[in-house]
């Protein structure tokens, strides 16, 4: 029997994605290209097996039907594959992590095995209606399904789970190195994974009850509107986003622990460096200021610099150049005639969403309330 309303969904899904591979295939074998079409392609996986069965197509081949089974649980896995190939400055993923995804498939394929040769082509598809199915078969068929969906369940959170601690790290590390982070934090990453798990949890919860021949109102509708809106994002996102150089990404975790301990005299030292660049010199006005740079500027290490930082003023790159830009934007602020977005660029902030976040983290208010603030304080 045709669903018609999410077999349309699923017709487009296919072609969004068959779209977005044909774009990636034409790109350069990096790594992040190469992952995204891993994970396009098990998403192609996916899909076209969700369209084989609302469509009404398994009639003309039962056989098919629950082939796409031990491909789904990949989609998590690699999800944080493309993820580490996006932003971890290690070259190659932990073995046991491939190990670990590699066993999710063998373990739906393992309980597949009765299913798979225990139940003929011609009674797999009497099992679609309840008054031609066998009841031994359909038992088979629901544990079957009922397994694979909590496999998927499961390598999908902890796969999901170690993606937010990537993109975290990420994100910290950058922090400690540049003080503009915007194109370099692949900050919709996150929004994807929440998305993503949201649509996916909700599947395999709708896919179980399918499976007990429960159905609720929103069945065959409201997974495939998530599905639409979570891949058209994913697609727009994931082409949109450029391949990170190897300084944007860091220092590989293997050797990432600092060895080198400074005295607090040696910090106090660097710290009067690092208030007379910024005081004096005014180098958090430079838009682009890295950590590298500011080394060159003071002429003290990259680590010593950070570990000052961190242990002396108990903050980090990115918070201690724009602390400097906020306390200049707090003195321009008083001229009314100047626009907040021209101030959020003279002192050094590439973008005013940026200019605004950091300002309201640090003062509490917007730029434009603070601003209503100092003119309510003069009368």
């Known amino acids: 029997m045709v669903q018609l309303f999410p077999t349309i969904l699923y017709s487009c899904m296919v072609g969004m994605t068959i779209l977005a591979l044909l774009d990636v295939f034409k790109r350069p074998n990096d790594r992040q290209t190469v992952f995204l079409k891993g994970l396009l392609l098990l ?193 727009q996102k994931a082409l949109a986003q450029k391949v990170l150089t190897t300084a944007d990404k860091g220092v590989p975790h293997v050797s990432q622990k600092r060895t080198a301990i400074l005295s607090p005299d040696k910090m106090q030292l660097i710290a009067a460096k690092l208030a007379h660049a910024m005081n004096d010199e005014k180098l958090f006005l430079q838009e682009d200021l890295s950590l590298n740079m500011l080394s060159q500027a003071i002429t003290e290490t990259e680590n010593h610099i950070s570990e000052t930082l961190s242990q002396h003023l108990q903050t980090n790159f990115f918070q201690f150049v724009n602390s400097y830009r906020i306390e200049e934007a707090k003195k321009a602020l008083h001229d009314r005639k100047k626009l907040v977005t021209s101030i959020a660029f003279d002192v050094g902030f590439n973008s005013k969403s940026t200019f605004n976040n950091a300002f309201k983290k640090i003062v509490g208010h917007s730029p434009s309330a603070y601003r209503n603030l100092l003119q309510e304080n003069k009368h």
């Not at 990420?170 to 400690?176: A, G, P």
């Not at 915007?182 to 993503?196: A, D, G, M």
């Not at 709708?206 to 409201?222: K, P, Q």
């Open 43 to 235: 998403l192609l996986t996916h899909l076209a097996g969700e369209l084989f069965i609302y469509s009404g197509a398994y009639v003309y081949a039962p056989a098919l039907a629950g082939a796409q089974l031990p491909f789904r649980v990949l989609l998590g896995p690699a999800l944080y594959f493309y993820a580490h190939a996006t932003m971890s400055p290690d070259k190659a993923a932990d073995k046991r992590l491939w190990v670990l995804a590699i066993s999710g498939p063998v373990l739906v394929l393992a309980a597949m095995m009765p299913f798979i040769f225990l139940i003929s082509s011609e009674d797999k598809l009497a099992l679609a209606n309840p008054l031609t199915r066998d009841p031994e078969q359909w038992k088979i068929a629901l544990l079957t399904c009922l397994f694979s969906a909590l496999v998927f369940i499961a390598f999908t959170l902890t796969f999901l789970g170690f993606a937010f601690r990537l993109h975290n790290a990420h994100c910290q590390q950058l922090q400690e190195r540049f003080s503009d982070i915007e194109q370099r934090s692949v900050n919709w990453f996150k929004t994807i994974l929440i998305i993503w798990g949201v649509t996916w949890l909700a599947f395999a919860v709708e896919f179980c009850l399918n499976a007990l021949g429960w159905r609720w109102f929103g069945s065959g509708i409201v997974l495939p509107v998530l599905e639409v809106i979570a891949l058209a994002i994913f697609i």
